[in-house]
């Protein structure tokens, strides 16, 4: 196994994902779907699978159930060659589980459990962090009650005192006064990757440049608000760039944004600037959308190097 660039840590879940149906069925009616999948779900999951497809060793930190399911998200990270000495088993806990149901024409619906997520704590993160870890990404930030505020900002600060880039995403549950939280943590974040929706609940600002510079003036020294099918924006101290989209099939949208985050950390790791970083994201991103699941349809590197080389991502310079 190669030595892990990147901690990938946070949500680790089960996912049942339906291949979209025509319309949802009446109580009582048996609805068939072309295919439905049991696979890896969650940030830290995704993420750690999407850059394993892109050459990028990584360890996921996070927390499964004494269930079969915990073993099947275990193997399943395992048949990618991923590190998961990180996850730890909570007895008496079920793993998280998601039912994501797709019906043609609409956004997903999404019926889950949150189980053994609920026990991840810093000291998940801390024992996982070493000095020759490139990359620490910690998806589902705000959703994770055990995971203590000022013990994650310190954890984040020693990471960037070593040279390891922090990314951090965050999975917002609904309305909350999640300011002060971020206080804390966004002055110790290399890239700050929220979508539109998670932010306008953070900030009660719809405008996503306004979300990107209130995040950047928070301390996170690139932000980047992504916007689902309308591409994203990115505001550092030196730049400032609105993208939009690369036209791909559209099937299923479970995904698509853990695959932009591990687009950008390759763009970190290889050493791209900003603008590159977005345009390995989007692509990644955009390429998840094809297939049913969160994982399936997600380029690998030669596929993702090679549609760069022949599609353009529109760009506008703010």
């Given at each position: 196994?190669?030595?892990?660039?990147?901690?990938?840590?946070?949500?680790?879940?089960?996912?049942?994902?339906?291949?979209?149906?025509?319309?949802?069925?009446?109580?009582?009616?048996?609805?068939?779907?072309?295919?439905?999948?049991?696979?890896?779900?969650?940030?830290?999951?995704?993420?750690?699978?999407?850059?394993?497809?892109?050459?990028?060793?990584?360890?996921?930190?996070?927390?499964?159930?004494?269930?079969?399911?915990?073993?099947?998200?275990?193997?399943?990270?395992?048949?990618?060659?991923?590190?998961?000495?990180?996850?730890?088993?909570?007895?008496?806990?079920?793993?998280?589980?998601?039912?994501?149901?797709?019906?043609?024409?609409?956004?997903?619906?999404?019926?889950?459990?949150?189980?053994?997520?609920?026990?991840?704590?810093?000291?998940?993160?801390?024992?996982?962090?070493?000095?020759?870890?490139?990359?620490?990404?910690?998806?589902?930030?705000?959703?994770?009650?055990?995971?203590?505020?000022?013990?994650?900002?310190?954890?984040?600060?020693?990471?960037?005192?070593?040279?390891?880039?922090?990314?951090?995403?965050?999975?917002?549950?609904?309305?909350?006064?999640?300011?002060?939280?971020?206080?804390?943590?966004?002055?110790?974040?290399?890239?700050?990757?929220?979508?539109?929706?998670?932010?306008?609940?953070?900030?009660?600002?719809?405008?996503?440049?306004?979300?990107?510079?209130?995040?950047?003036?928070?301390?996170?020294?690139?932000?980047?608000i992504t916007l689902g099918g309308e591409g994203a924006v990115l505001?550092?101290?030196?730049?400032?760039?609105?993208?939009?989209?690369?036209?791909?099939?559209?099937?299923?949208?479970?995904?698509?944004?853990?695959?932009?985050?591990?687009?950008?950390?390759?763009?970190?790791?290889?050493?791209?600037?900003?603008?590159?970083?977005?345009?390995?994201?989007?692509?990644?991103?955009?390429?998840?959308?094809?297939?049913?699941?969160?994982?399936?349809?997600?380029?690998?590197?030669?596929?993702?190097?090679?549609?760069?080389?022949?599609?353009?991502?529109?760009?506008?310079?703010?």
């Amino acid at each position: 196994m190669r030595e892990a660039e990147v901690v990938s840590a946070g949500v680790i879940v089960a996912d049942h994902v339906c291949a979209p149906i025509p319309r949802l069925p009446n109580p009582g009616e048996l609805l068939l779907a072309e295919d439905m999948l049991l696979t890896i779900g969650g940030c830290a999951a995704n993420v750690a699978v999407d850059l394993a497809k892109m050459h990028i060793a990584s360890v996921v930190v996070g927390c499964v159930g004494d269930d079969p399911f915990g073993t099947i998200v275990r193997r399943m990270l395992e048949q990618y060659g991923i590190d998961t000495r990180g996850i730890r088993l909570v007895p008496r806990r079920a793993t998280s589980q998601t039912m994501i149901i797709n019906v043609v024409g609409q956004d997903r619906r999404f019926i889950h459990i949150f189980g053994a997520n609920a026990d991840f704590t810093a000291e998940d993160l801390r024992a996982q962090v070493t000095p020759q870890t490139k990359v620490l990404y910690l998806g589902g930030y705000l959703l994770m009650p055990g995971l203590a505020d000022d013990a994650l900002a310190e954890i984040f600060r020693e990471a960037q005192e070593a040279g390891t880039k922090v990314v951090l995403d965050v999975a917002v549950p609904g309305p909350a006064d999640y300011l002060p939280r971020l206080r804390q943590v966004l002055p110790y974040v290399d890239v700050f990757l929220p979508n539109q929706d998670e932010a306008e609940l953070i900030l009660g600002e719809r405008d996503p440049v306004k979300q990107a510079e209130s995040f950047h003036r928070l301390g996170a020294r690139t932000a980047v608000i992504t916007l689902g099918g309308e591409g994203a924006v990115l505001v550092s101290a030196r730049e400032r760039y609105r993208v939009g989209v690369y036209p791909v099939p559209f099937v299923d949208g479970s995904g698509g944004g853990d695959a932009f985050d591990a687009g950008y950390i390759y763009g970190l790791l290889r050493g791209y600037d900003a603008l590159g970083c977005l345009q390995l994201a989007s692509a990644l991103g955009a390429s998840c959308v094809r297939a049913v699941g969160t994982t399936p349809g997600v380029f690998t590197e030669q596929e993702c190097l090679e549609f760069l080389r022949h599609h353009q991502l529109p760009v506008q310079k703010l």
